[in-house]
């Protein structure tokens, strides 16, 4: 392998490492990126840790500030409240769509990962929850067939992963979460698009209470730092 491809790949995997730091809130939005420190525990130098923050960086989730570093993202309030009405629709749109474009192979392959999902949630597995909650939205997303509405997607809701699983939720809210998955499922299997897009975007409005209530906390912590 040369030179060009083992930095290539070396700066992916450490995407991937540090994405799933942010993911799991081992990496807190607004906190400071401790360069030193991840050199430290990859055993790597800064210039491809420099290059994966930059690859994070294009997908919203690290912030690059001139001559300061970086630190994890942390949108504002009123940024969070823009977003949120285009992803609901967005979801929303992509379900309708997907209720006709699956295949029924496809649609049991989701409800097998819905089923799983709720079995995390029922163990209080929140990681791995999370983790099959981001999978099965990338699956009705992409289940539309419609690649600009793919690429989007991605690009506005970059900028809110390290909010929305890091936000935490009470009880009532999981299990509200958790039952408009399942009636999404239940809207796939009857093909009704109409349904499964009324559900989706109740979904997102109750994501987006969560998380502005998450914004407001982390900005006050950020301010008292």
């Known amino acids: 392998m040369n030179s060009l491809v083992r930095r290539q790949t070396l700066h992916e995997e ?12 081992e990496l807190i939005p607004g906190d ?11 055993q790597v130098s ?24 970086a630190r994890i993202a942390l949108i504002t309030r009123e ?18 769509l997907a209720c006709q474009a699956l295949e029924d192979r496809e649609i049991a392959r989701i409800q097998e990962l819905h089923d799983v999902m709720v079995s995390h949630y029922h163990r209080q597995e929140d990681e791995a929850y999370i983790t ?10 992409d289940g ?7 690429d989007v997607y991605r690009r506005e809701h970059g900028r809110l992963s390290t909010l929305r699983y890091f936000a935490p939720k009470s009880p009532s809210q999981w299990d509200e979460a958790v039952e ?37 906390a982390l ?5 008292a730092a």
């Open 79 to 96: 940024e969070a409240m823009q977003i949120f009405p285009i992803i609901g629709g967005l979801e929303a749109l992509a379900g309708e």
């Open 180 to 216: 408009e998955h399942a009636q999404m499922m239940s809207a796939l299997h009857r093909r009704d698009g109409q349904r499964f897009a009324r559900i989706a975007r109740d979904h997102m409005r109750h994501k987006a209470d969560v998380v502005l209530q998450t914004i407001d």
């Open 32 to 42: 400071k990126v401790f360069e030193p420190e991840l050199c430290e525990r990859f």
């Open 46 to 69: 800064r210039t491809p840790l420099r290059e994966a923050l930059k690859v994070l960086a294009a997908e919203g989730l690290v912030q690059l500030l001139p001559n300061r570093g």
């Open 14 to 25: 450490l995407s991937a490492e540090i994405r799933q730091m942010i993911l799991s809130s």
């Open 219 to 223: 900005q006050s912590r950020s301010r």
């Open 144 to 150: 539309a067939r419609n690649p600009r509405l793919s």
């Open 132 to 141: 099959l909650n981001r999978t099965i939205h990338e699956f009705f997303i």
